[in-house]
């Protein structure tokens, strides 16, 4: 295969691009995974890598040198709905019991590094200009080294892992599924001087809060907000940001007694789709394949998630001798079945309803059942599925009847 140039060529090398650049080099393929940017560099992110994206990481081997760098774990968990307030921790999954929030300047180029030690040819500051084709189907990339002249590269599948924005999922034409208009807006920035226990997040009206310890000593504090409200918060960012923060408690208060390191950042471009993730010659990961709003913090760890399933893909591909398009139509269900019951909670989350009576019950039920609690925080952070932990048995096991019953109850009032 690599008289054709490469195996792989991945267009894009963060998150999603370079573990699966990684994992791609790992089992004997020969890559070359191009960005345009170059690392360490920053980029919009939620931080947070979810209990599952912290285990592949354990699993791959770079947990220990995250957690090395100065990236502080959150275990101890704080949600704050305004009416009830469940504290808890994460459940351990798969030798992972906490959440990180690692600065992508880090994360990226921890990344990046160990798909070269896997033998994968990076090169920082390309840009690709277009995808080469034979008839129908993709065989390479025509770009430039920043300053430099044209090159062609060829390769058995190119996989677009170039974000929401994918130049590649434009040039094949992947068609969007189950598409939702974005129905928040993203806001966040650093603070030192604000000590945080944990995690927390506070739920409102209208508005989300999540606070994690990140590293070089800083607190993230992120703000997401009803899409309809973006002009008069983009009018005032300071003064919004500081007064959601102040109907969160002793929040505010902690935050302004800190001091704010960065600028802050702030995006209306929070979209929800899924994509076709493969065709003749190409595939998508990342938020390239599948984007959702960022108000449940699991884009990291849904790259980490689709770059093992289109790994695996295409080495079944690879050790069958043949094209891999019949491999990636399993990649596209499996993604899909793994995916789908997040996305849904979070279209929930993001659309900002009012909360239901069950759900009410359903806090006031938990409050006093840290088991409990802990399961729920697993279920936010994609470990168990929701469907698992509302299931009649389950809730009859961590609620005790009594509970159960007022649950049901308040269910059935809502319908």
Known sequence: MSARGYDVIVVGSRVA?????????????????VDRARFPSDTLSTHQVQVPGVARLHRWGLLDRLA???????????LDTGGVVLAGRYPAHEG??????????LLDALLVDAAREAGVEVREGFDVDELVRDRDRVVGVRGRQR????????????????????????????????????????????????AV???????????????FPTNDGLTIAYV???????????????GQYLSTLDGCGDLGARVRAGERAERFRLTPDVPNAFRVPHGPGWALVGDAGLVMDPITGQGIGNAFRDAELLVDAVVTAVEGGGRPDAALAGYRARRDAAAGPMYDLTLDLASFRPTRAVDRALFAALKDRPAAVDQFLGV???AIPMSRFRAPGNLLNLLGPRALIRVAAADLLNR
Do not use: H, N
């Open 96 to 105: 992972a019991d906490a959440l990180y929030s690692p600065r992508r300047t």
């Open 197 to 211: 226990a944990g995690g927390e997040f506070y739920q409102r009206p209208g508005r989300t809060v999540a606070v």
């Open 224 to 238: 997401a907000g009803r899409a309809a409200d973006f002009p008069a918060f983009r009018a005032d960012v300071e």
């Open 380 to 382: 936010l952070s994609g």
């Open 147 to 194: 300053g430099g002249g044209p090159v062609t590269e060829s390769a058995w599948l190119v996989v677009g892992a170039d974000g929401k924005r994918s130049m590649v999922a434009a040039a094949v034409r992947a068609p969007a599924y189950r598409e939702r208009p974005a129905s928040t807006f993203a806001c966040y920035t650093y603070w030192s001087g604000v």
């Open 68 to 78: 090395a760098a100065g990236t502080p774990p959150a275990r101890d968990i704080r």
């Open 17 to 33: 691009g370079a573990a699966t650049a990684m994992l791609l080099g790992r089992r004997g393929l020969r890559v070359l995974a």
